[in-house]
């Protein structure tokens, strides 16, 4: 076998289903190291957006702040007028309510408003409250929020990125161990040379596929290439994407060495 053949064999991309499957015979460092890969290209496109549709918005609503302020037994402590909208764009509108009875930010794929005992959150699939609990003491004001904002703004992005990769093993782990049984009765009725183990690198090397598509679907939605429904509609297709890559790529394993000689012409002679 050449050097090229063996580099097109090699497990060093997840993105044909030919790659996908080579990662069967592969050492968990190397699924390991793919996989930090592709979390690393997705926490930098939720970090992206992150900085340039919501963070933004966040900045320019502490401005707008009134001098006092705060959230404090279980009750929002405002000043200003009320409904009032402190900051948004077509992604994110963060408003003051306190009986909710505007329609403010309804323009915005996400709506926050603050309530007087509570938070609503609302989206395209309709909203949801979160009341204050009574051990928050949060300040609500824009002299203690601006330093507060400017000094962890850099430390809430480095924690996305961590959550991103840490929440893609996760659950790459979990769909690995969830998938592998389906993969390999699979391989066994179709004859094909694959364990146990190759059976679960290959359920979990499968779903690299997919959030790689998130990915440019999360930068494609950032750049205003998508609105909210198609952003939902690929979350569902990137899913489909790994059953996908899970079927084609166990049709193209070698034939198990037994079925492969049954196959053999019965009236050849004997070797």
């Known amino acids: 076998m050449t050097l090229l053949d063996k580099l097109l064999h090699s497990a060093w991309e997840p993105l044909t289903p030919r790659g996908v499957a080579a990662f069967t015979r592969a050492s968990l460092g ?18 992206w957006f992150l900085q340039i549709a919501w963070f933004p918005v966040v900045e320019e609503a502490i401005q707008q702040l009134p001098p006092e302020g705060k959230i404090s037994r279980s009750q929002l402590v405002w000043r200003g007028d009320t409904p009032a909208r402190l900051a948004a764009n077509k992604f994110l509108s963060l408003a003051v309510d306190l009986w909710h009875e505007g329609d403010l930010g309804n323009e915005s794929h996400l709506s926050v408003e603050f309530g007087r005992t509570n938070l609503r959150l609302r989206s395209l699939l309709g909203y949801t409250e979160v009341a204050y609990s009574p051990d928050w003491a949060v300040e609500f004001n824009e002299p203690k929020l601006e330093p507060w904002w400017g000094a962890w703004r850099p430390g809430l992005l480095a924690g996305a990125a961590l959550a991103t990769i840490a929440g893609l093993f996760v659950v790459w782990t979990v769909l690995a161990t969830i998938y592998f049984l389906p993969v390999w009765l699979l391989a066994f009725f179709a004859n094909r040379d694959l364990n146990g183990r190759g059976s679960w690198r290959l359920a979990s090397a499968a779903l690299m596929p997919g959030a790689l598509f998130m990915t440019l679907t999360i930068a494609a939605y950032g750049f205003g290439l998508l609105d909210l429904v198609y952003l939902g509609w690929c979350f569902s297709f990137h899913l489909i994407i790994g059953w996908i890559y899970l079927l084609v790529c166990v049709l193209l394993l070698p034939r198990h060495p037994e079925a492969a000689a049954q196959r053999k012409n019965p009236f050849a002679p004997p070797a």
């Open 30 to 47: 190397r699924l390991w190291l793919a996989q930090l890969i592709a979390a690393i290209a997705a926490a930098v496109a939720v970090v």
